[in-house]
């Protein structure tokens, strides 16, 4: 049963560990993460953007997938279905439908729109017992055609969007979606720590995990994060693996065109990447603490 990220990241704060936001595509990337999880007895959180919902036939599909999943897997791992940089619309959809967690983006609003639309979802989430997820200071790069400049949050605003009652919140810290840029200054740990001062047991939010050196991740979590998010990074290793067997031409030996042969390396590949992560975020073995 999908359970909501509240409980699973307030142990991740209070344990000075973070729980993974892996984000999924297809089933492949789905069942990649779930095993994963289980295999690691780790808690998990499965992302998906508005563009991946779409790509996926829709939220109730993704809901329809991933409950399966959960039954037929025999998936006893804390796993919550969260919708990522969701619209005020795209919130409720997925509210309707099953998610278990949202991420309301309001980060482009005027903070008191911001403000405003995040006080009524919250109050929606905490009725329907959904977790809820807010966005500080645009986050930098690009995600489904949303472009952001990499600032860095006003911590005075995170304590006023933390104190209506969001479950996490995410900050600005000069982290960035998709792939760094060469000359990238790193994370604002400044930032980061104001902001912790500021929120106090908030479990806060690290998006854009491809990329950040480690040290770095490991700082960012003893200063207060509790959920990272990860898209690009399991992209790239299964576009990597999928390439790598029909360079081989492993696709016209027998019946190696057959999707589920085809598509077994990238899946593998998703399955490593989640584990080094796992690893790395210290999960490893807390789902039943
Ligand atoms: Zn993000």
């Known amino acids: 049963m999908l359970v909501p990220a509240k409980e699973m990241l307030q142990k991740a704060k209070a344990g000075h560990y973070a729980v993974g936001q892996f984000n999924i595509n297809n089933l492949e990337w789905t069942k990649a993460i779930l095993q ?36 037929e897997m025999n998936i006893t791992v804390p796993v919550a279905l969260h919708l990522d940089h969701g619209t005020y619309e795209g919130c409720y959809k997925c509210i309707e439908a099953g998610f278990s967690s949202v991420m309301f983006d309001g980060s482009h609003y005027p903070i008191d729109e911001n403000v405003a639309k995040t006080t009524e979802l919250v109050q929606v989430c905490r009725d329907k017992g959904l977790s809820i997820e807010a966005e500080v200071g645009a986050i930098g790069g690009e995600e489904d055609g949303v472009i ?22 995410a900050a600005g810290i000069g982290n960035i979606h998709g792939k760094y840029p060469e000359n990238w200054p790193g994370l604002s740990f400044e930032t980061l720590a104001a902001v912790q001062e500021k929120t106090g047991d908030m479990p806060l939010v690290l998006h854009g995990g491809t990329g950040i050196p480690d040290d770095q991740i490991k700082k960012a979590i003893h200063l207060g994060v509790a959920k990272i998010n990860v898209n690009t990074e ?28 085809l598509l077994a390396p990238g899946t593998e590949a998703i399955k490593a990447k989640v584990k080094e992560k796992m690893e790395l975020f210290g999960s490893v073995g807390k789902a039943n603490d």
């Open 36 to 71: 994963t999880a289980q295999e690691l007895q780790s808690p998990v959180i499965l992302g998906v953007s508005e563009g991946a919902g779409k790509y996926m036939c829709g939220y109730k599909t993704v809901v329809g997938m991933v409950n399966g999943m959960l039954e």
């Open 234 to 261: 399991c992209q790239l290793v299964f576009a990597e693996a999928t390439r790598k067997y029909i360079e081989a031409g492993k696709d016209l030996q027998g019946k190696g065109f057959d999707p589920r042969k």
């Open 148 to 169: 952001g400049m990499g600032e860095c949050a006003d911590p005075n605003e995170c304590k006023a969007i933390a104190d209506l009652g969001v479950d996490m919140l």
